[in-house]
């Protein structure tokens, strides 16, 4: 990220001149109170801003040299993956194993390589009994599970996790890093 300063439609500047870069394989915290803008900086990552977002955005963001504000989001799906921190956000099939299976679908993988994928990462995360649930149907840590499992199968190369362990017990935590 580049001289980064965006505000939300009708708003005020929600970032102001943001300057990083992070390593492959290094790990980034962001941590700040309520309001001050993380969950802003992982949207632009994956390009929802501005492209979903709208609102006024200034600087670059790149990631493995695509500009984000030059692609699509469905263009960066496949570079970034991203868990929100309102897991009911991003569920919306009408199954654990659908809502798993529903990236890898959209990149094209074929139905071998999709299962192998799904029943990796459901054992990995101990989510194997919940693959036949619909996901209005889980507790919050279970959908928490599963949201991060939907993304860990895809293997981005870049992963932002919005408040990853909210709703987890230490067993779920624990599993998360694991896979990490």
């Not at 980064?4 to 009708?10: C, L, Q, T, V």
């Not at 695509?66 to 496949?78: D, G, P, R, Y």
């Not at 190369?157 to 362990?165: A, M, N």
Request: glycine content about 10%; charged content about 20%.
């Amino acid at each position: 990220m580049q001289d980064i300063r965006y505000r939300y439609p009708h708003t005020e500047w929600v970032l102001k001149g943001v300057d990083f870069s992070v390593k492959d394989c290094e790990y980034l915290f962001i941590g700040g109170a309520n309001g001050s803008g993380k969950s802003t900086l992982a949207y632009l990552f994956n390009g929802l801003i501005p492209h979903y977002f709208g609102g006024t955005l200034q600087g670059t963001v790149t990631i493995h040299d695509l500009n984000t504000l030059e692609h699509k989001v469905f263009e960066l799906f496949s570079h970034v993956g991203l868990v929100l921190q309102n897991a009911d956000a991003q569920l919306f099939n009408s199954t654990v194993e659908d809502e798993i299976a529903f990236g890898l679908e959209s990149l094209g993988l074929p139905g071998g390589e999709i299962d192998n994928r799904i029943r990796e990462i459901s054992r990995t995360l101990n989510v194997e009994d919940l693959l036949g649930r619909s996901p209005a149907t889980l507790s919050g840590g279970e959908k928490r599970l599963v949201a991060i499992a939907s993304v860990l199968c895809l293997n981005p190369s870049v992963l932002l996790l919005d408040e990853p362990y909210g709703d987890l017990d230490w067993e779920a935590v624990e599993r998360v890093r694991q896979a990490l």
